[in-house]
């Protein structure tokens, strides 16, 4: 091949893989932060599912943000969240410093995004500002090192009756569940971005379904929600329990995501986060979260109203 033939075709490619580097859509920023679980979680297995979840859309450039181990020195966790479109929490542990606290607030009442996991919602039982982002939580550790901060002080649980969103401030009790199980989750907001497109009801794979979560539970969205069968698990509220919700925080955007239960002692599939019903409303919230709408078409193998499905 003469000289200039080789240059040609060296530019040639070089032109080629620009065009395709800029065909492609722009990767939204997520930062997914994790780094502690109480002692009935395990973010070792459930963070890394929700990476590979969110890689495979192709619409995110995750970067994974670890905090320091449980009791260990935090005061030089400053995360830059400003760089990101949303933060993927899947966390509960030791609170973060004051300076980073208040650097989220300012992100999420700035237009932030933020997401969070199951037992996340356990997190920060005594701070303001998470509390309103995530609208509910569950149990949450008291000073005194016992669990259960979110009792009826922290605020109404969310009831879903007759077809719309009812506060419930006066019934005591905090945060329960029945034992795992396969069970329908029930589209409540068909025509939010997140959900547009979703069955009307799927079967989830072996979780927990989170009831009675308390908290400020203002400006929110019930996305989706799920009733125990009393007849099998006769402790159930009895209760449309909120599962999926979609927060407004200042500007921000919140998706909470009840699902996904997985503990230290769980092995391979861990259903309830392989379940695509999970996987397929974290990448959507997500997207949700960090543009406030979604692109991602519904896939082939989302559950059905009678059948689970794992990936
Ligand atoms: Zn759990």
Redesign the pocket.
């Known amino acids: 091949m003469p000289t200039s033939a080789r240059i040609l075709s060296s530019t040639a490619l070089t032109v080629l893989l620009t065009a395709g580097a800029f065909a492609a859509a722009p990767m939204h920023k997520v930062m997914l932060l994790t780094g502690q679980s109480n002692k009935?979680?395990d973010w070792t297995k459930c963070a890394p599912m929700v990476k590979a979840h969110l890689d495979q859309t192709g619409l995110f450039a995750v970067d994974v943000v670890t905090t320091p181990a449980m009791g260990a020195d935090m005061s030089g966790f400053h995360p830059k969240f400003s760089n990101y479109a949303a933060v993927v929490v899947v966390y509960e542990g030791d609170e973060w410093p004051a300076a980073t606290k208040a650097a989220f607030v300012d992100y999420m009442k700035n237009g932030g995004g933020l997401v969070t996991v199951?037992?996340t919602d356990n997190a920060f039982p005594y701070w303001k500002e998470w509390n309103e982002m995530i609208a509910v939580g569950g149990w949450g550790f008291k000073a005194d090192g016992n669990i259960g901060a979110r009792d009826i002080s922290a605020g109404p649980m969310i009831r879903w009756r007759d077809g719309k969103i009812v506060l419930d401030a006066t019934t005591p009790g905090g945060a329960t569940?029945p034992a795992r199980h396969d069970f329908p989750i029930v589209t409540r907001a068909p025509d939010h971005p997140t959900m547009k497109g979703l069955p009307a009801s799927w079967m989830h794979a072996n979780d927990?379904i989170y009831s009675r979560l308390r908290g400020p539970a203002k400006n929110v969205t019930v996305l989706a929600t799920a009733l125990a069968d009393k007849a099998k698990h006769p402790t159930a509220t009895g209760e449309h329990e909120p599962m999926l919700m979609a927060i407004s925080y200042g500007k921000g955007r919140v998706f909470h995501s009840t699902l996904g239960?997985v503990?230290t002692k769980d092995a391979p599939p861990y259903s309830s986060i392989a379940c695509v019903g999970f996987v397929v409303t974290l990448q959507r919230g997500t997207e949700w979260a960090a543009t406030g709408r979604v692109t991602q078409k519904i896939p082939a193998d989302f559950p059905t109203a009678e059948r689970t499905s794992l990936r």
């Open positions: 009935y979680h199951h037992d569940h927990e239960h503990s």
